[in-house]
């Protein structure tokens, strides 16, 4: 079999390359950023050490390294799948897609095939499929549509594996491509949009699931609350790293009630079992306080406007609590952090939406609930502006 996994990054040679290596596929890499392609045609292969008790080495290579910037390279490895897999950014998606679009007509022609995303995004097969649909208008066939999405898979997939940069030693030791990553191999994906799910059978971590958006739900719900809180408080109190400011005992219990109020409201709302629903928040502190995954504050704390987003990882939770009429006074603190959130003068920089950030905390609490939930009903707002000023309240008590 054989995989063609777009970007080399941390998530397609940590975690992408890793499951596809074990299962004994014949592994294409294709990468645009000119350092990384150097390095792996250089070196052929990287390492892997997985943060276990007793940490493990693992040595991957692949059969084909190619230039993402080879149009025609890259559309002979399309047209020659078995399987595609993305892991480039989700704003690079568009692009990919315009680009990737005759090669998986050519493709189609022979055969079904699947696409896993492994993306940052909150939905990139529709994002795929809508840049799919505009290519096809241009057009004149009008079955062609008919054809290619009959034969073709757009599977998101829930990345739960942190990958990270080695250190210093690390890298003089094996080498600038190498990667810590998690002790974690399973990789849930949208069962309903594959196409070829028996290819997947023998591949060992990858997880097929039905009605994959409500597990989606619950992943942004209960993993990503409990790190937002978890990341924002840790700013506050100036921590470097995510695991120091999960292990503060302050945070921790914040994050841990935090991950219950979640719970309670996935539960009330989606009938997911109790034992198993608590299980999962537990095992998201439990991954944020490992020591051994070394993850920047800063890094987990970008872009938070769109965290504050009315169906991401704080309002979505609180909002579903405040409807059922169930408490979230923990995850309020995090909404209140992530709005005090104060990067430094780099990462101001760096990530461009703090501006708005800024500007935005400037307003009352009834003004900033009214730019972040817009279409939420009035009551609703005056709920959760009580709701948010309750969590500043706590805040402020914490400092």
Same mark, same amino acid.
């Given at each position: 079999?054989?995989?063609?996994?777009?970007?080399?990054?941390?998530?397609?040679?940590?975690?992408?390359?890793? *499951?596809?290596?074990?299962?004994?596929?014949?592994?294409?890499?294709?990468?645009?950023?000119?350092?990384?392609?150097?390095?792996?045609?250089?070196?052929?292969?990287?390492?892997?050490?997985?943060?276990?008790?007793?940490?493990?080495?693992?040595?991957?290579?692949?059969?084909?390294?190619?230039?993402?910037?080879? #149009?025609?390279?890259?559309?002979?490895?399309?047209?020659?799948?078995?399987?595609?897999?993305?892991?480039?950014?989700?704003? =690079?998606?568009?692009?990919?897609?315009?680009?990737?679009?005759?090669?998986?007509?050519?493709?189609?022609?022979?055969?079904?095939?699947?696409?896993?995303?492994?993306?940052? =995004?909150? #939905?990139? !097969?529709?994002?795929?499929?809508?840049?799919?649909?505009? #290519?096809?208008?241009?057009?004149?066939?009008?079955?062609?549509?008919?054809?290619?999405?009959?034969?073709?898979?757009?599977?998101?997939?829930?990345?739960?594996?942190?990958?990270?940069?080695?250190?210093? %030693? $690390?890298?003089?030791?094996?080498?600038?491509?190498?990667?810590?990553?998690?002790? =974690?191999?399973?990789?849930?994906?949208?069962?309903?949009?594959?196409?070829?799910?028996?290819?997947?059978?023998?591949?060992?971590?990858?997880?097929?699931?039905?009605?994959?958006? *409500?597990?989606?739900?619950?992943?942004?719900?209960?993993?990503?609350?409990?790190?937002?809180?978890?990341?924002?408080?840790?700013?506050?109190?100036?921590?470097?790293? *995510?695991?120091?400011?999960?292990?503060?005992? %302050?945070?921790?219990?914040?994050?841990?009630?935090?991950?219950?109020?979640?719970?309670?409201?996935?539960?009330?709302?989606?009938?997911?079992?109790?034992?198993?629903?608590?299980?999962?928040?537990?095992? !998201?502190?439990?991954?944020? $306080?490992?020591?051994?995954?070394?993850?920047?504050?800063?890094?987990?704390?970008?872009?938070?406007?769109?965290?504050?987003?009315?169906?991401?990882? *704080?309002?979505?939770?609180?909002?579903?609590?405040?409807?059922?009429?169930?408490?979230?006074?923990?995850?309020?603190?995090?909404?209140?952090? !992530?709005? !005090?959130?104060?990067?430094?003068?780099?990462?101001?920089?760096?990530?461009?939406?703090?501006?708005?950030?800024?500007?935005?905390? $400037?307003?009352?609490?009834?003004?900033?609930?009214?730019?972040?939930?817009?279409?939420?009903?009035?009551?609703?707002?005056?709920?959760?502006?009580?709701?948010?000023?309750?969590?500043?309240?706590?805040?402020?008590?914490?400092?």
């Amino acid at each position: 079999m054989k995989v063609v996994i777009f970007g080399a990054g941390k998530v397609g040679r940590g975690f992408l390359a890793d *499951l596809f290596s074990r299962a004994k596929w014949d592994i294409s890499l294709v990468e645009v950023i000119p350092n990384t392609l150097n390095l792996l045609n250089n070196e052929g292969e990287w390492n892997l050490i997985r943060l276990k008790d007793e940490p493990e080495i693992i040595t991957i290579s692949a059969t084909n390294i190619i230039d993402g910037n080879n #149009q025609t390279a890259v559309d002979l490895a399309i047209q020659s799948a078995d399987l595609l897999c993305t892991a480039i950014g989700g704003s =690079h998606l568009e692009k990919w897609a315009i680009s990737a679009f005759m090669p998986l007509m050519q493709r189609v022609e022979r055969g079904k095939i699947d696409i896993i995303f492994a993306e940052n =995004h909150a #939905q990139p !097969a529709e994002l795929v499929r809508n840049t799919l649909q505009k #290519q096809l208008m241009q057009l004149s066939d009008k079955n062609a549509e008919e054809k290619l999405f009959a034969n073709l898979g757009l599977a998101q997939a829930q990345i739960l594996r942190s990958c990270i940069e080695p250190s210093a %030693e $690390q890298i003089t030791e094996y080498g600038k491509l190498t990667l810590r990553v998690q002790d =974690h191999d399973i990789l849930p994906l949208d069962a309903d949009a594959l196409t070829s799910p028996e290819l997947l059978k023998d591949v060992p971590g990858l997880r097929p699931t039905h009605n994959f958006s *409500l597990e989606l739900t619950r992943k942004v719900f209960t993993y990503n609350a409990i790190n937002a809180v978890v990341s924002y408080l840790g700013s506050i109190r100036n921590y470097d790293f *995510l695991a120091d400011a999960a292990n503060d005992e %302050e945070i921790a219990l914040i994050a841990k009630a935090s991950g219950l109020e979640a719970s309670n409201a996935l539960i009330s709302s989606f009938g997911f079992a109790r034992d198993e629903q608590i299980a999962w928040a537990q095992r !998201a502190l439990a991954k944020y $306080q490992d020591r051994r995954i070394v993850d920047p504050i800063d890094r987990q704390c970008r872009d938070p406007i769109r965290k504050l987003g009315v169906n991401d990882r *704080l309002l979505g939770p609180i909002l579903l609590a405040i409807k059922l009429g169930l408490p979230c006074a923990n995850l309020a603190i995090g909404m209140a952090a !992530a709005l !005090a959130y104060e990067p430094s003068e780099e990462e101001k920089i760096r990530d461009p939406t703090y501006a708005k950030l800024s500007e935005m905390r $400037q307003e009352s609490n009834s003004k900033i609930v009214a730019t972040l939930c817009p279409n939420v009903s009035d009551v609703t707002k005056k709920a959760l502006e009580n709701v948010l000023a309750e969590g500043q309240k706590s805040l402020t008590n914490m400092n």
